[in-house]
T-cell receptor, first 115, second 114 residues
């Protein structure tokens, strides 16, 4: 199932700089997108989401951009902090039909922020 | 801040045994989910549950699996006869609405089948 793809397995960034995590999707029925952060041996923690009617959503240091024509979204973290080091998952849910909120996840990107 | 809780944090069982994984969703949430993550793989959807019924299930969720909301707070996942390949992290999640709404995840139960 490759409907949601995060092509970069890892990203390394200096503290204070911008982190940009990318996600691509293929299912045009997806209409809600979320980013989760995960530490080892913990559950995914919700970070930020975006509906398909928007192209940008901002919450503090986190901004998600959605390009529907390219079926691409990205998460920007500015400024990056060492505590942001974790695995970041992109997830999507589809509208309508019999879908009741099933989330389809990407493979995750390991972000390392160096002091 | 309300959170989803799961017990146990780690369950070790012998192949063929039954296991029950427990979750307490956030109290005002109406939709409940189970996901799993096999080591090194993606988080995968198993099942969604609403109004005491399964709303949707994946092809992974076969007859060995069942879910139940036995009372007003708990949400359980039962695996009737565990297989080696059931070893994974199992995450419970809940949301107020389905679809365009945020799902909040519990810390997970690590299931090890020997």
């Amino acid at each position: 199932d490759q409907q949601v793809k995060q092509n970069s397995p890892s990203l390394s960034v200096q503290e204070g700089r911008i982190s940009i995590l990318n996600c691509d999707y293929t299912n045009s029925m997806f209409d809600y997108f979320l980013w989760y952060k995960k530490y080892p041996a913990e559950g995914p923690t919700f970070l930020i989401s975006i509906s398909s009617i928007k192209d940008k959503n901002e919450d503090g240091r986190f901004t998600v951009f959605l390009n529907k024509s390219a079926k691409h979204l990205s998460l920007h973290i500015v400024p990056s902090q060492p505590g942001d080091s974790a695995v970041y998952f992109c997830a999507a849910s589809a509208k309508g039909g019999t879908s009741y909120g099933k989330l389809t996840f990407g493979q995750g990107t390991i972000l390392t922020v160096h002091p | 801040e309300p959170e989803v809780t799961q017990t146990p944090s780690h369950q070790v069982t012998q192949m063929g045994q039954e296991v029950i994984l427990r979750c307490v969703p956030i109290s005002n949430h109406l939709y409940f989910y189970w996901y799993r993550q096999i080591l090194g793989q993606k988080v995968e959807f198993l099942v969604s549950f609403y109004n005491n019924e399964i709303s949707e299930k994946s092809e992974i969720f076969d007859d060995q699996f069942s879910v139940e909301r036995p009372d007003g707070s708990n949400f359980t996942l039962k695996i009737r006869s565990t297989k080696l390949e059931d070893s994974a992290m199992y995450f419970c999640a809940s949301s107020v609405l389905a679809g365009a709404d945020t799902q909040y995840f519990g810390p997970g139960t690590r299931l090890t089948v020997l």
